[in-house]
C-alpha cells in the first residue's frame, strides 16, 4: 500500500460522514428496505441467493434492542412477499446480548420463530472474542430447538479448530470467514498465511464433519483451493455455497457461478451504515484510495 493509502485508511475514523457516504454506496444496498430489495432483486437475476442484514451493533437500550428484533422478524415476511431467494444474518448484541444474555435470547427465540414459520433460515453472526462463547451457546440451543438455524467461526481464532469438534453431529450450517475484529496475538492468527492456511485446515475438518459450509471469502487463493476441496471430497453443488459481501468483487462472484457454485450475497442496510462501511473501506483501501483523490481533486 502507497504511503498515501495507509494515511487514508489511518484517518477513516475521522473523515466526515457524507464523504464515507461516497464510497459506502458500493457496500451497503441503502437504508430502508425498499432498497435492499431492490439489491436482492438484482443479485437474484445475476443467479446468486442473499443473507439480508440491518446494519447495528452494540446496542445498549432495550427499547432499541426490541425494535430491531422486530425488523428482523418483519424481514421474513418482506422476503416471502416479494419472492425473494434470501434468507437473514443478524448480530447478537443487535439484541441485547451486552445488556443481559436472557433478554437477548427472548429476542433471538422470536426471530427464530419466524423464520421457521416462513421455512427460512437465520445465520447468527460472529462477533469478537467478548461474544464467542454466548454465541455459540445461544446458537446450538436455537438449533436443537428450531433446526433453521446456522453460525459463523472465524479462521484467524486460535480456537475455531476446537469449536468445529464440539459442534453437534448432524444439521450443522457453519459460515466460515477469515474475522476482522482486532484480537490479541493470544487469541487470534496475526500472519496472513496463517490465516489462509488455517481457513483451509477449518474448511476440511467441516467437510469432514458432515457441516454444511458457507465458504465467506474475496481471496483468489482460497476459493481457489476451496474449490479443489468440495471436489476432492465429492461435495454436490446443494452440499455447500460460497459467500461474498455485497459490493466486494462482483467479477470474483460471477466467476464462481459461472462455474457452476451456488453463491450468496451478504447484504447489508440500515441507518447505521458508517461503522460498517468503514471496516470495509479499511479491508479496501483501494477503494478509500480513489474516494479521497476524488474528494480533494487529485486524478
Known amino acids: 500500500m502507497s504511503l498515501f493509502g495507509r494515511m487514508v485508511v489511518s484517518v477513516l475514523p475521522y473523515v466526515p460522514k457524507p464523504v464515507v457516504g461516497i464510497a459506502a454506496r458500493r457496500y451497503v444496498a441503502g437504508e430502508t428496505v425498499a432498497d435492499a430489495v431492490r439489491a436482492i432483486r438484482q443479485i437474484n437475476a445475476e443467479g446468486a441467493m442473499a443473507t439480508l442484514d440491518v446494519l447495528g451493533e452494540e446496542v445498549t437500550q432495550r427499547s432499541r ?7 428482523y422478524v418483519s424481514l ?31 429476542n ?5 420463530a419466524a423464520a ?4 427460512n433460515f437465520l445465520r447468527i453472526d460472529m462477533e469478537d472474542r467478548t461474544t464467542t462463547d454466548a454465541t455459540l451457546r445461544l446458537y446450538r440451543d436455537m438449533q ?12 484467524y481464532m486460535r480456537r475455531s479448530l476446537s469449536d468445529i469438534n464440539a459442534m453437534p453431529d448432524h444439521g450443522v450450517s457453519i459460515r466460515l470467514c477469515k474475522g476482522i475484529y482486532v484480537e490479541p496475538e493470544e487469541v487470534a492468527f496475526r500472519d496472513y498465511e496463517e490465516v489462509r492456511a488455517n481457513y483451509l485446515l477449518l474448511l476440511e475438518r467441516l467437510i469432514e464433519r458432515g ?9 483468489d487463493y482460497l476459493t481457489g483451493e476451496a474449490e479443489k476441496i468440495v471436489k476432492r471430497h465429492g461435495l454436490q453443488r446443494e452440499q455447500y455455497e460460497f459467500q461474498m459481501l455485497y459490493g466486494v468483487r ?12 451456488r453463491l450468496r450475497v451478504y447484504v447489508p442496510f440500515g441507518e447505521d451504515w458508517h461503522p460498517y462501511s468503514v471496516r470495509r473501506l479499511r479491508e479496501n483501501p483501494a477503494v478509500a484510495v480513489h474516494v479521497a483523490k476524488a474528494f480533494i481533486g487529485l486524478k
Not at 77 to 103: C, H, P, R, W, Y
Not at 116 to 119: I, K, N, P, T
Not at 250 to 261: N, S, V
Open 65 to 71: 434492542a426490541l425494535q430491531f428484533a422486530e425488523t
Open 76 to 106: 421474513f415476511d418482506t422476503i416471502q412477499a416479494e419472492g425473494l431467494d434470501s434468507n437473514v444474518s443478524i448480530k447478537l448484541t443487535m439484541l441485547g446480548l451486552k445488556i443481559d444474555e436472557g433478554f437477548c435470547r427472548e
Open 108 to 112: 433471538l427465540e422470536r426471530i427464530c
Open 116 to 119: 421457521h414459520g416462513h421455512s
Open 144 to 155: 436443537e430447538k428450531y433446526g433453521n438455524v446456522g453460525c459463523v467461526l472465524q479462521a
Open 211 to 219: 457441516i454444511y459450509p458457507a465458504i465467506a471469502t474475496h481471496d
Open 250 to 261: 462482483p467479477p470474483l462472484r460471477r466467476q464462481l457461478i459461472a462455474a457452476g457454485h
